[in-house]
């Protein structure tokens, strides 16, 4: 009988054992619920100094206090910081940074390049916020004389939501750049809903093109290729790696059914005069955008800025196409 309860306790704590084993094995296979954006974008609700950052070329950056005073080197990195409400920061940008129109106050440190390195020591920055590409050979001086730079080059929508993060990490306020990315998040997810399920045969195309002969138009690892697909849009260029040179043939051959012209501030006469030329350009008179009108003059800062008014662009683009 002793025997027997033994062997019934054993078997008792056999089965403890194996479904303690198999809750855990549950735990730690079950699908998450987390969304893709909750992944990338992690609330970061701690701020710890000194803060070291990885900026977009791979460097590592310790920022030991809270910045103070901000340079922009660059119109998408006023207008991030902007939109975190760190103008009061700011004592330095460049002569494009025109939005919001409060940037146009700012003590001006020049052009992008060649950078005016003096003005900019003179504004005693403790922070820089500098642009890649073609500014980073200037900005190694800089480097050596013990600033601190960050260089933000996001060639992504996701790349330009990280950067935001950053600078809210760098500035103290994660909680409020985590906040800004949720909104836009929501308003790109809202745009997603509404593409995802359209077929690629009923998608407009689109061609992005210019007011001069030669023609330049965004290509595949554009952020303006991005966004025309993701508001549903199929871009003639999209197998043309980066901005590609086109000739007015291709265009006749891809056959547009949407023309979008990007330019910097206009009048509506400058607008009419744009459609009317682009109208007009010998040969294009059988390319279905201009047989429909379908020609749009927009706001290149809308698509060229890797900045929050990227999802505007987002959003212009889905009502061009489908409203």
Known sequence: ???????????????IIIGASLTFYNIQNKPSNISEEEREF?????????????DDTGSAITIPEEPQRIISTAPSNT??????????????VTNYCNYPEKANNLEKIGEMTPLNLEKIASLKPDLILGYGLYQLGEIAPLKEAGYNIIIIEPMTINETLKSIRMVATICGIPEKGNSLIESLTQRINKIKTKTSNIDISKRPKIFIGGIYETIWTPGEGTLFNELITLAGGRNIAASLPGWAKISPEFVVKEEPEIIIIPIGAMGQADELNIKENISKRAGWSNVPAIKSGKIFVVNEDLFYRASPRLIDGLEKLYEIFYE
């Open 79 to 92: 207008e991030i910081l902007f939109s975190l409400d760190l103008e009061n920061k700011i004592v330095g």
């Open 1 to 15: 009988m002793i025997r027997k309860n033994k062997i019934i306790i054993l078997i008792g704590i056999l089965i």
């Open 42 to 54: 992690g609330k970061i609700k701690e701020d710890k100094r000194p803060l070291t950052i990885i």
